[in-house]
């Protein structure tokens, strides 16, 4: 009883993400990241029922339960299931729909993710986000929200916060918007507090976003993104607590993480910021891109040296070597830890031989382009 789009039903597309630069940073709000749209797809179909409501996943049924060893002894991988948004996601959309007074309904959920390979190994490529902003999006045509990009992008904001407090939000950005974006994140405890005390109609849209911002950048023209996968899932929350635990907030150190951060990603903003060439084109300014993200890495080798968590794993360290070998620029994306790297290679590079590196160690090359960006973009 899973059909992928059942007669009548209300069916969604969100993409994954990849982070291009930004990482850790972008948890301390106002911080700036690089992130992307990709062309991997989670889909949720809706239709209307009576009486009560159902979720359906055949891939998240067999997701496992990952277990490590710490100082304390064995420690469970709490990182949240699937589902924890799905419900988070109802619950914020039956919440405005209750404030704006709308007749209630009940609705059936299916839904199937392509952002995991044949096994159900996680890429590293934002379910939960995109779970999250496919369920607001086909609540929001269901119901007749009509909340537009912004909208969906704050409902959705505002689901995941209730089940991962400390959220950047800029996957769910990524997954609302499409394209590449540049993203600050909000001030998530400001947040919470709002909807406490205003609900979730008077929050959307209201000043508790300020410093919130997602700006629509230009891919690097002469540039192509490759993305390599280690083979290897990790946990978010995990190697994030990880550096949080391992971080003086209010120390040197991390205000000095945090303005090296914000100088090279500010560069690859501008770097990537439209505008055009002689002949009228839009164009970016690459060799600012690449000192960018290679600036970034030795960033978060530095981070994760600081704070003993292994951010750039051996093969993360292999693939982003091999990029720098031939020119191009490599980094983890996201937490780090396993999962995906990214890199931007000239046109002229030797991408064959980088990859027969990756072979030899590994790494599978992931054919992954760019998601187009759709909607209006947004700041304030």
């Known amino acids: 009883m899973t059909p992928a789009d059942p007669t009548g039903a209300i069916v969604v597309h969100a993409p994954g993400k990849l982070f291009i630069a930004g990482e850790y940073a972008v948890v301390s709000p106002g911080e700036p990241a690089v992130l992307i749209a990709v062309d991997r797809y989670l889909t949720v179909s809706l239709t209307e029922s009576v009486d009560e409501g159902s979720i359906h996943s055949p891939e998240y049924s067999r997701m496992p339960v990952r277990w490590t060893r710490g100082q304390d002894g064995l420690t469970l991988d709490r990182e949240h299931h699937p589902y924890d948004y799905v419900i988070a996601a109802i619950e914020a959309s039956e919440r405005l729909r209750a404030e704006r007074g709308l007749r209630p309904r009940f609705f059936d959920l299916f839904i199937e993710s392509g952002l995991d390979d044949p096994s159900g190994r996680k890429f590293g490529l934002g379910s939960s986000a995109a779970v999250t902003v496919a369920t607001i999006a086909a609540i929001d045509r269901f119901y007749g929200f009509d909340l537009g990009t912004r909208g969906r992008y704050e409902l959705a904001m505002l689901a995941t916060i209730a089940v991962a407090p400390n959220a950047s939000g800029g996957d769910v950005a990524a997954s609302t918007y499409g394209g590449w974006i540049g993203y600050r994140s909000p001030d998530r405890e400001r947040l919470r507090a709002a909807r406490r005390e205003r609900g979730v109609a008077a929050v959307l849209g ?175």
């Open 206 to 380: 209201s000043d508790a976003w300020d410093g919130a911002e997602i700006i629509r950048l230009t891919p690097p023209s002469g540039l192509d993104l490759i993305v390599g996968w280690t083979g290897h899932p990790a946990s978010t929350e995990r190697l994030v607590s990880g550096v949080s635990r391992g971080t003086n907030v209010a120390g040197d150190a991390h205000t000095g993480f945090l303005e090296a951060s914000r100088a090279c990603v500010g560069d690859l903003w501008r770097a990537l910021a439209v505008r055009p060439d002689d002949a009228g084109r839009a164009g970016s300014d690459d060799e600012l891109a690449l000192d960018a993200l290679r600036r970034n890495r030795r960033l978060l080798q530095a981070l994760g040296a600081r704070t003993g968590v292994t951010i750039e794993t051996d093969r993360l360290r292999v693939l982003c070597d091999a990029a720098e070998a031939i020119g191009a620029a490599g980094k983890p994306s996201g937490a780090g830890g396993g999962d995906c790297g990214i890199v931007l290679a000239p046109a002229d590079s030797d991408v064959a031989g980088m990859l027969r590196v990756w072979e030899t160690n590994d790494i599978r090359h992931l054919t992954i382009g760019v998601h187009p960006p759709e909607g209006e973009h947004h700041a304030g």
